[in-house]
């Protein structure tokens, strides 16, 4: 498992203890919730995506 694959699922179980969703739920809305992560880091200090 990558770096990125790692980081979805800590997110996703985080988002299944807060919300009480299923692991493929929480899944998808981790996955949403690292792209505005990194839309919020690129508006607000200019990181490049690489």
């Known amino acids: 498992m ?9 997110l996703a179980k985080l988002e299944m203890k807060i919300n009480n ?10 996955i ?6 990194g839309d919020m880091l690129i508006n607000k200090y200019g990181f490049n995506r690489n």
């Open 32 to 37: 949403s919730v690292r792209k505005s992560i």
């Open 2 to 10: 990558n770096n990125y694959q790692k980081y979805i699922v800590r």
């Open 21 to 30: 969703i299923s692991f493929y739920k929480a899944k998808k809305k981790a």
